[in-house]
């Protein structure tokens, strides 16, 4: 079939081939939404640990949460530095990459 480039008649192509490219485009976006990390927050009302430290101060907090949130069945990534909240940025790039997708 006769491709267009510009509003304009180009080069022939076929049909498989301009599937490939938005097979290709889509199964590449796919791949990097899979690979995006949901955090896991577990730092107190602050996100620093001071209430953990008051408990007991002589064990290494940060070392034993991120241990936790690592065995949990989600496959959670450890925020280590938050706030009150997590930031939830890994949302912001999973919708980022879905508006990418239906670009496509």
Known sequence: MIAR?????ATPTTMGK???????R????????RTI???GKVGGATGSLQSFRVYDNSIDWVT???KFISELPFN??????CTQIEPHDYIVDISGSVHHLNSI
Not at 18 to 24: R, V, W
């Open 76 to 81: 959670l990534k450890y925020h280590k530095f």
């Open 26 to 33: 889509l199964y590449t976006k796919l791949g990097h939404i």
């Open 5 to 9: 480039t510009h509003g304009q008649v």
């Open 18 to 24: 301009e599937l490939a490219n938005f097979s290709y």
């Open 37 to 39: 990390g949901i955090s």
């Open 64 to 66: 034993h949460v991120e």
